[in-house]
């Protein structure tokens, strides 16, 4: 993963390298401090361990996250991200499952003039 992330709709696509390479470090990095996320279980959670959790969690369920960019809208230190979701996990009982949905999410240019997210928000899973 790059030190800095110059181009915002690259986000989506090192989010979902780092996680399915179970990199929970490098999915991390791509958050600001205090960044949030709403879970696909619907709960709104923030701060690094509360995402640490999170996403050891799913690399734990062995999650395999895929990916496709709807839309960015780049602002000068804003951008709302867009994208289509599918993501292979261990269910409950042992049973591969695949959640689908879409998701909007926000990312701000920090300090070093690279882009994070500052919110995830993966509503909309069927």
Known sequence: MPTVVTDPAKLPALFQ???NAGDIEGVLALFAPGAGMRTVTGEHITGAEALRAEIGGTVAARGRLTNVPRHALVGADTALLVTDWTMEIDGPDG?????????????RRAGDGGWRFTLLNPLGTA
Do not use: S, V
């Not at 049973?95 to 990312?107: D, H």
């Open 17 to 19: 390298d780092a996680l």
């Open 95 to 107: 049973e591969r499952i695949a959640p689908t949905g879409t998701t909007a999410n926000i990312a």
